[in-house]
Structures are given as structure tokens and as C-alpha cells.
């Protein structure tokens, strides 16, 4: 007997989570199915289209939405829709529109679209590069990006990266003798540094084994850094929402994680 294929299933290819929701749809239960073929039928609009909508829409129930979040692979459907938000850009910013009940998810979406098309390829080589030949990590933060310099830390320990965070960020693990001489600074900024952390930035470039600024403004002449990676504008002044003023830092984290394991991988292969 064929199993039943999704509605346009030949068109999914280029989406990665359209593909995996297609590759998985034979075996979900029927209650499931509708909840995809909702999903499929506009997945541009799954953003801003509440739960509820989506429940008396689809005529599955909340306990079955959030099954099949899990049975395509998300923590649940806030997981589902950044991550269709990620791989649709501007699509989705555009279905998003400013009259959304998800003022938090249009600005997610806003900047996912902004990242997008952001040069920001060979920086971030640059900074893998970097990293591969250092001995450790030092990753810190303006005040208010502790938690991305926290995540930044986190995520380079799961990859095996001798990573910390000091217990003053400002001048924590400035480089003053042979066991910080090899260790490179990942530092988080909005807007231009205070004077301790544009200190401390310059002295990981001269004495260190380098620094590498995140943020969305050029710190330099203030500090002295090989890598700046720009993460484009501010979120407008009075709508950012904590989690949105992270997420850009959070995401070029990531990239730079997985540019960095690339790295890694290509050179076993050698």
C-alpha cells in the first residue's frame, strides 16, 4: 500500500524544515497530518498565526500540535516558527507584517532577515580561523549581553573549546603573562564599548593571541580588534524586547561555532 504524501511535496526541497516535515509525514497519526498540511498550505503565515487559529483551523488540539512540533524535531511550535522564520527571511518578515499579534517574533523575524544579507562570510572565517589556533577562550560582555557571552562559553565547551567567562567582565582574563599569551577574546557590544572593556579588547590584540567584537556598531579607533562582526542596526529604540536585542549575537554565535567545527573537520580530513 503507498503511504499518502503531503500537499505540494515537490516543491519542498529548497526549505529545510518543509523538507523534514515532508520526509516525516507518512508516519505521523492522522491528527498530525492536519497540523502539517496547515503548516504547508502557507508556511510564510505560520508566524504570525496564533495557536488557537491554528487549532480551530486545522481541527487538531493544542496536546496535538505540540506532538507534532516534537515529532518533526522542535522544542514546540515558538521553536517551529523561528526556525521557519530563519530559513524563509524575507518571506516570512513580509507575511509577518506590523499588525502581528507576535510583536516578539516580528522582530525575530526582522532580524533573521537583516543577518541574511549581511556580508558576513569572510568575518566570520576570519574569526574561525583565529579560534582554531588558540589555546582558549575568554568570552565577554557589555552589562546587559552577559547571557550571550554565557552562551558563547557554552556552546564552545560542548565543542571541546577550553572556554570561560571571568568573574568581571570588563577586565577579566586580560592577557598579562604566558598563561592568557594564546588565549583570544570573544567580545559582545552594543554600541561602543565602556573604556575597561575597549582596554581590554586592545591589550587581547597586542598581548593575546587576538580579539573578535560582536556587535552592531565598528568599535575601532575605541579599540584595537583583528575581527569585527557586525550584526547590522539595533532593533528601533522603545520595540526590542530583551530576548530580540540577543538574538543576533546568539545567531552569528552560532555560525561561528559551526564555521569553526567545519574548520575543525576540514583539516582531519587532511
Known amino acids: 500500500m ?3 504524501l503531503p500537499p505540494c511535496s515537490a516543491s ?4 529545510s524544515v518543509l523538507d523534514r516535515i515532508a520526509r516525516i509525514y507518512p508516519t505521523l497519526s492522522r491528527a498530525e497530518r492536519q497540523v502539517a498540511d496547515f503548516v504547508l498550505a502557507d508556511p510564510g503565515g505560520l508566524a504570525r498565526t496564533p495557536i488557537s487559529r491554528i487549532t480551530s483551523q486545522s481541527g487538531a488540539s493544542a496536546p496535538t500540535i ?5 515529532a518533526v524535531g522542535f522544542k514546540g511550535l515558538t521553536d517551529l516558527k523561528l526556525s521557519m522564520v530563519a530559513v ?3 518571506d516570512a518578515r513580509t507575511e509577518a507584517s506590523a499588525t502581528s499579534d507576535h510583536p516578539l517574533l516580528n522582530s525575530a523575524t526582522e532580524l533573521v532577515d537583516k543577518l541574511r544579507h549581511l556580508a558576513l562570510r569572510a568575518h566570520i572565517a576570519e574569526a574561525a580561523a583565529l579560534l582554531a589556533g588558540a589555546a582558549g577562550v575568554t568570552c ?3 552589562h546587559d549581553l552577559l547571557a550571550a557571552a554565557a552562551y558563547a562559553r557554552d556552546a564552545l565547551l560542548s565543542r571541546a573549546v ?3 567567562t571571568p568573574d568581571a567582565p570588563a577586565y577579566g582574563g586580560a592577557p598579562s603573562g604566558p598563561a592568557t599569551a594564546h588565549a583570544v577574546g570573544l567580545f559582545f557590544c552594543r ?7 575597549a582596554d581590554t579588547i586592545t591589550r587581547y590584540r597586542r598581548h593575546g593571541h587576538g580579539a573578535i567584537v560582536v556587535g552592531d556598531v565598528t568599535v575601532a579607533p575605541f579599540a584595537q580588534a583583528p575581527v569585527e562582526i557586525a550584526t547590522g542596526l539595533p532593533p528601533r529604540r522603545g520595540a526590542a524586547h530583551g530576548s530580540t536585542a540577543l538574538l543576533p549575537h546568539l545567531l552569528v554565535t552560532d555560525l561561528l561555532v559551526d564555521a569553526l567545527v567545519r574548520r575543525r573537520g576540514a583539516a582531519a580530513g587532511h
Open 12 to 15: 519542498l526541497a529548497a526549505n
Open 140 to 142: 565577554m560582555a557589555s
Open 162 to 164: 577550553h572556554a570561560l
Open 66 to 70: 505540540l506532538c507534532f512540533c516534537r
Open 191 to 197: 554600541g561602543l564599548p565602556t573604556a575597561a572593556l
Open 88 to 90: 524563509l527571511g524575507g
Open 2 to 4: 503507498e503511504l499518502p
